[in-house]
C-alpha cells in the first residue's frame, strides 16, 4: 500500500499546539542568551535526582549530571516512563547522563499513564510547566532536545514526538506499543529498540511495522532488536544515548 503522509497521520487526540508544544517552541525560538538560569534558582540543584517541585502528588524529577555547570548549557532529555510508573523510575535515561553530560527532565503522567494512549489530555498542562520550570533552574542548551521513554513512554515518544519533530531533533523509543501523531512536523532522528520474544508489546505488530512506515516517509531510523522480552537491555540504551549526543553535536 502507498504510504503518505495522510495515512501516516492517524486521527489522534493530542493538540499540536498543546501547552506544552507552546511552551517548548517558545523556548526554541529564544535567543540562546536569555537562557541563562539565574544566579539563586528558586531551587537549588543537586547532582543526581532532584524532585520537579510542582505537585505535591504525582509529581516528577529532574537529574543533574556530574560535572555540570550553571554557565555552560548542556543537553537535555525529556524521558518518559511505562504505563503505571513515575519521572523516578527513568533509570533508562538517568544512568547515561553522567557519562554523556545532559540534564533529564523526568515528570509523571497525570493518569496512569499518557494521553496518546489514553486520549483524554490530561498531560499538556503539566508537561508545559514541567518543562518551563526545567529551564529555569537549570542551563539547557535549546538546540540539543530529545524525547526517550520504555513501553508507553515509547508510544508517546512516537506520538507526541513525531507531532513535534521540528523541535525535538531526536526520539528514542524503547519497546513501543502504539504510533498515532496527531500531525508531522520536522524530520528529527528516529531510534526504536525492540524485544523479539516481547509478551507485552510484540514485536511483529509494532516495531516491525513502524519501522518501514518511518522511513518510507524518509525519516532517518536507527533500528535495533534484540533477544529478550520487554526490557531495554544496558548496551542498547548506552548506544542510543551515545547516538543522540553524536548527532546533536553535528
Known amino acids: 500500500m502507498h504510504?503518505?503522509?495522510?495515512?501516516?497521520?492517524?486521527?489522534?487526540?493530542?493538540?499540536?499546539?498543546?501547552?506544552?508544544?507552546?511552551?517548548?517552541?517558545?523556548?526554541?525560538?529564544?535567543?540562546?542568551?536569555?537562557?541563562?538560569?539565574?544566579?539563586?534558582p528558586r531551587h537549588e540543584l543537586v547532582e543526581g535526582q532532584n524532585p520537579l517541585a510542582i505537585n505535591n502528588d504525582r509529581d516528577g524529577v529532574i537529574y543533574i549530571p556530574k560535572g555540570y555547570r550553571r554557565d555552560v548549557p548542556m543537553p537535555l532529555v525529556v524521558a518518559l516512563h511505562g504505563a503505571g510508573g513515575s519521572g523516578a523510575n527513568?533509570?533508562?535515561?538517568?544512568?547515561?547522563?553522567?557519562e554523556f553530560g545532559y540534564i533529564v527532565l523526568a515528570p509523571d503522567s497525570r493518569d496512569w499513564t499518557w494521553d496518546s494512549i489514553l486520549g483524554h489530555g490530561q498531560d499538556s498542562e503539566f508537561l508545559a510547566a514541567a518543562f518551563q520550570s526545567t529551564i529555569?533552574?537549570?542551563?539547557?542548551?535549546?538546540?540539543?532536545?530529545?524525547?526517550?521513554?520504555?513501553?508507553?513512554?515509547?508510544?508517546?515518544?512516537?506520538?507526541?514526538?513525531?507531532?513535534?519533530g521540528d523541535v525535538f531533533g531526536h526520539?528514542?523509543?524503547f519497546s513501543p506499543g502504539l504510533m498515532r501523531p496527531p500531525d508531522a512536523r520536522g524530520k528529527p532522528r528516529i531510534f526504536i529498540s525492540h524485544g523479539t520474544a516481547d509478551p507485552t508489546m510484540p514485536i511483529d505488530v509494532t516495531s516491525r511495522k513502524f519501522v518501514p512506515r518511518l522511513k518510507a516517509l524518509g525519516y532517518d531510523v536507527t533500528y535495533r532488536e534484540f533477544?529478550?522480552?520487554?526490557?531495554?537491555?544496558?548496551?542498547?540504551?548506552?548506544?542510543a544515548y551515545a547516538w543522540f549526543i553524536k548527532g546533536s553535536a553535528l
Do not use: W, Y
Request: aromatic share 8%.
Open 90 to 98: 527513568a533509570g533508562f535515561a538517568f544512568r547515561q547522563a553522567d
Open 3 to 40: 504510504i503518505n503522509r495522510r495515512t501516516f497521520i492517524a486521527a489522534g487526540t493530542l493538540a499540536a499546539l498543546d501547552p506544552f508544544t507552546r511552551a517548548v517552541r517558545a523556548f526554541a525560538r529564544q535567543d540562546p542568551l536569555v537562557l541563562t538560569p539565574p544566579d539563586k
Open 171 to 173: 526520539l528514542m523509543a
Open 227 to 239: 533477544d529478550g522480552r520487554h526490557t531495554l537491555p544496558p548496551d542498547i540504551a548506552h548506544d
Open 136 to 164: 529555569e533552574r537549570c542551563a539547557v542548551d535549546r538546540r540539543r532536545l530529545a524525547l526517550a521513554g520504555f513501553s508507553d513512554g515509547a508510544t508517546h515518544v512516537l506520538s507526541f514526538g513525531v507531532a513535534n
